[in-house]
Nanobody, 127 residues
Framework: QVDLVESGGGLVQAGGSLRLSCAAS????????LGWFRQGSGKEREFVAA??????????NYADFVKGRFTVSRDNAKEIMYLEMNSLNPDDTGVYYC??????????????????WGQGTQVTVVS
């Protein structure tokens, strides 16, 4: 069991940056594959980025629309995952969710592969 709490969302102008955090509480944080998803208004939830466990080599995976702009990382000692977001544009607006997988150690990207979800944090990008 792991509880996840996102923070760091807010309002930012196009071209700006934000850093989201996902704080976890529970056992064996380092053994969970982690991911970020987002959901815009009226849209389906979509994969953004993922990072595997240390034993997987910390492999990362990104959606094509964030490659080169977003960076996912994790600090197992602090039990926090981060999403550094740069060059934001209005299409990045949405609620961002972090997720943890107790079954998959790699950087998986399907929602069904994640057992635990946070409540989300709102990101709004204005032009």
């Amino acid at each position: 069991q792991v509880d996840l709490v996102e923070s760091g969302g807010g309002l930012v102008q196009a071209g700006g940056s934000l850093r989201l955090s996902c704080a976890a509480s529970g056992r064996s944080f380092g053994s969970y594959g982690l991911g970020w998803f987002r959901q815009g208004s009226g849209k389906e939830r979509e994969f953004v980025a993922a990072i595997g466990t240390t034993w997987s080599g910390g492999i990362t995976n990104y959606a094509d629309f964030v490659k080169g702009r977003f960076t996912v990382s994790r600090d197992n000692a602090k039990e926090i995952m981060y999403l550094e977001m740069n060059s934001l544009n209005p299409d990045d607006t949405g609620v961002y969710y972090c997720a943890a997988s107790g079954q998959f150690e790699g950087a998986v990207k399907m929602a069904w592969q994640f057992n635990y979800w946070g409540q989300g944090t709102q990101v709004t990008v204005v032009s």
